[in-house]
């Protein structure tokens, strides 16, 4: 029984990794058609350190690069097109986005989704807007169908799409990253809950890779 177990858990990493190494760099593209560079996160300094443990957690769990974090520089105002072509498939592509106007709430939606086989093209685009916070979560799942959603998602369209993240926090160690969240009852009366990452993560469908990309409006 414990060999075909580790049979199994041999196979599935391989699975992931393959599934990572075809997993395309994601481009985001001016309206003028130039590429924005990507440059990646700085994780120095202990008010990272909750986001540097759970990056770290992801890696060891999954494989070394399973969440990546990168920020951009965009000017406000100007339109963004984030696109890959899968080289293997199928995956569902999910964009969520983290989104804070001064003096209001901080929302998080879901942004686009979709399913997508070998070869296919997934694009998004947003408007850079000058916000106290801005970050897209990207995730990629080895999903079997269009139709297959993670229970997150599922709990998402419940919400219209989007829900209040009122804030951060962590554990007396800062080795967790944790959501304060607030969304709706069936009576729509509005009920708040904390999850932490690795909750959030449990949550997906075979999960491949997160990408975070924080925006630096100018």
């Given at each position: 029984?414990?060999?075909?177990?580790?049979?199994?858990?041999?196979?599935?990493?391989?699975?992931?990794?393959?599934?990572?190494?075809?997993f395309?760099?994601i481009?985001?593209?001016?309206?003028?058609?130039?590429?924005?560079?990507?440059?990646?996160e700085?994780?120095?300094?202990?008010k990272n350190?909750?986001?540097?443990?759970?990056?770290?957690?992801?890696?060891?769990k999954?494989?070394?690069?399973?969440f990546l974090l990168?920020?951009?520089?965009?000017?406000?105002?100007?339109d963004?097109?984030?696109?890959?072509?899968l080289?293997?498939?199928?995956?569902?592509?999910?964009?969520?986005?983290i989104?804070?106007?001064?003096?209001?709430?901080?929302?998080?939606?879901?942004?686009a989704?979709?399913?997508?086989?070998?070869?296919?093209?997934?694009e998004?685009?947003?408007?850079?807007?000058e916000?106290?916070?801005?970050?897209?979560?990207?995730?990629?799942?080895?999903?079997?169908?269009?139709?297959?959603?993670?229970?997150?998602?599922?709990?998402?369209?419940?919400?219209?799409d989007e829900i209040i993240?009122?804030?951060?926090?962590?554990?007396?160690?800062?080795?967790?990253l944790?959501?304060k969240?607030?969304?709706?009852?069936e009576?729509?009366?509005e009920?708040?809950?904390?999850?932490?990452?690795?909750?959030l993560?449990?949550?997906l469908?075979?999960?491949?890779?997160i990408?975070?990309?924080?925006?630096?409006?100018q």
């Amino acid at each position: 029984m414990k060999r075909i177990t580790y049979t199994f858990l041999i196979i599935f990493l391989f699975s992931m990794i393959s599934f990572a190494q075809f997993f395309p760099k994601i481009e985001l593209i001016s309206s003028e058609g130039k590429n924005i560079p990507l440059d990646v996160e700085n994780l120095s300094g202990i008010k990272n350190r909750p986001l540097l443990k759970t990056k770290e957690h992801f890696d060891q769990k999954y494989y070394d690069g399973f969440f990546l974090l990168y920020k951009v520089k965009a000017e406000v105002g100007s339109d963004v097109l984030g696109k890959y072509t899968l080289e293997r498939g199928p995956l569902r592509i999910t964009v969520y986005e983290i989104s804070k106007e001064f003096d209001s709430l901080r929302m998080i939606r879901v942004l686009a989704t979709g399913f997508y086989t070998k070869g296919s093209g997934f694009e998004f685009r947003t408007k850079i807007r000058e916000l106290e916070e801005h970050i897209f979560f990207i995730t990629a799942e080895a999903a079997d169908s269009e139709a297959q959603l993670n229970p997150l998602l599922d709990y998402l369209h419940e919400q219209s799409d989007e829900i209040i993240l009122r804030g951060y926090s962590s554990n007396l160690s800062l080795s967790k990253l944790k959501f304060k969240l607030s969304g709706k009852d069936e009576m729509k009366r509005e009920v708040e809950f904390t999850k932490n990452f690795d909750w959030l993560v449990s949550q997906l469908k075979n999960p491949v890779r997160i990408i975070s990309i924080r925006v630096e409006a100018q």
